[in-house]
């Protein structure tokens, strides 16, 4: 299910680390590091942490509402954006506009880490619905609720993509 293991992203923890917001989805643990509401809206940073031994996909989706700037910190990754596969690995940087079809997955059998910076921000808060709602992966949406399909796609502008053969 989606976790969320931190209560405040502005709170620090005994030790003065700062702790974040963080949830799992399919696996890939999530921490809000920077949201909207600390930007103002402009902009808002997610880490996103695939685990090791095992491939981790994000199924084809369109954002409408938002670009993405992809930073891969480690890993290998192989992108399809609209028809094309690009591979990218640790340093790599990638942009991908909204209302063009993604996704991604890990591809090697090490732990992989990307940054993703949404601009405008506001992206951050479907990891915190999905948590309210128990959602632990993108099979229980994409088998799944239409009314929640809906509500997803009109709060994120986010949507399924499924692709003809």
Do not use: C
Not at 3 to 15: A, D, E, K, P, V
Not at 25 to 52: H, M
Not at 65 to 82: A, D, M, P, S, W
């Amino acid at each position: 299910m989606v976790q969320r293991n931190s209560n405040n992203t502005n709170n620090s923890n005994n030790n003065g680390v700062k702790s974040y917001e963080q949830y799992n989805l399919n696996d890939i643990n999530y921490r809000i590091l920077v949201s909207g509401e600390q930007t103002k809206g402009k902009y808002s940073i997610i880490e996103g942490i695939f685990p090791a031994e095992q491939e981790a996909e994000i199924p084809m989706h369109v954002r409408s509402k938002e670009n993405v700037l992809i930073y891969i910190i480690e890993g290998k990754f192989l992108f399809r954006y609209q028809k094309e596969d690009i591979t990218g690995n640790g340093g790599s940087v990638l942009k991908f506009d909204k209302n063009i079809p993604l996704s991604y997955r890990k591809v090697d059998e090490k732990e992989g880490k990307l940054l993703f910076l949404y601009s405008p921000a506001g992206f951050e808060n479907f990891f915190k619905d999905l948590g309210k709602l128990n959602i632990s992966n993108f099979k229980m949406l994409s088998g799944g609720d239409p009314i929640l399909l809906q509500l997803l796609e009109n709060n994120y502008g986010w949507r399924f993509v499924f692709e003809e053969n």
